[in-house]
């Protein structure tokens, strides 16, 4: 078991099935290509991490921060992720906090495949989507 010494969460351990391969890196990190992905324990958040430098991002799966979100990804991008169905792809969007606040970037959301341990950030250019949409908090009773 592999682990990753992070100064924001700590000794992260993981299993080579948490290993994804960016190949094009991520806006804005450019050079690190592989990250490990942990999900935030009781949350439904997750943690990309990068294995070979302290660079991290929250994400979240975007079927859980909005409804009706859709894309169309090209063919490149099938073939980067080695992708055989829409259903091999995982669509995860980047979590930034403002404050107290929570946003997701729809614009440019993470696409992670299970399958083939590979991922990209996809930059949707046919859509106007905002890259701080607000997280809504659901309300305890």
């Known amino acids: 078991m592999m682990e990753i010494n992070s100064k924001t969460y700590g000794v992260l351990k993981l299993k080579e ?7 094009a890196g991520l806006l804005g990190v450019l050079d690190i290509k592989q990250y490990a ?20 991002f929250v994400l ?27 259903e091999d792809v995982g669509v ?3 979590v930034n906090i403002q ?9 440019a959301p993470i696409l992670l495949s ?10 949707i250019k046919d859509q106007e989507l905002p890259i ?3 997280l809504s908090r659901k309300e305890d009773d």
């Not at 859980?64 to 063919?75: E, K």
């Not at 404050?99 to 614009?107: Q, R, S």
């Open 60 to 86: 979240l799966p975007a079927q859980l921060a909005i409804v009706d979100y859709g894309f169309r990804i090209t063919d490149e991008i099938i073939e980067l992720l080695s992708l055989e169905t829409s």
């Open 92 to 94: 995860m969007l980047v």
């Open 99 to 107: 404050g107290e606040d929570l946003f997701v970037n729809l614009m």
């Open 114 to 123: 299970p399958h083939s341990l590979k991922g990209c950030q996809y930059i």
């Open 132 to 134: 701080r949409y607000p």
């Open 37 to 56: 992905l942990f999900p935030m324990e009781g949350t439904s958040f997750f943690v990309l991490h990068g294995l070979d430098e302290d660079v991290s």
């Open 17 to 23: 099935d948490q290993i994804y391969s960016f190949e």
